[in-house]
């Protein structure tokens, strides 16, 4: 288990806590600002041959979502890299604990 009360842990959950507020505001400002309450000023322009306030809130919001989902894994990545938490560094040297019943397999 992890002791939060260590400074490195704090900061990185610090860190963390941050990258998901913002890309959730991201989210919400796309999904409910530019899909429910700025869609009649967005109706005005043109997308695709469709209003852009009613584009927004029926298509462009999931891709909106959908970038947010691959910005998240890269900053998280990058977060976890620079606190030697990644999932790269795979030191596991499996063992007899791992494997208990190998010798009912082979």
């Not at 409910?32 to 852009?52: C, S």
């Amino acid at each position: 288990m992890i002791d939060s009360h260590r400074p490195k842990e704090k900061v990185y959950w610090k860190q963390n806590i941050r990258i998901v507020l913002s890309l959730l505001a991201v989210w919400f400002f796309v999904s409910f600002g530019m899909g429910i309450l700025l869609v009649d000023f967005l109706d005005g322009f043109r997308f695709f041959g469709f209003k852009l306030g009613f584009w927004i809130a029926q298509q462009g919001s999931i891709f909106c979502f959908v970038a947010l989902i691959f910005v998240y894994v890269y900053m998280m990545n990058k977060l976890d890299h620079e606190y030697d938490v990644d999932e790269d560094q795979d030191n596991f040297v499996p063992d007899d604990n791992y494997y208990p019943d190998k010798e009912s397999k082979e």
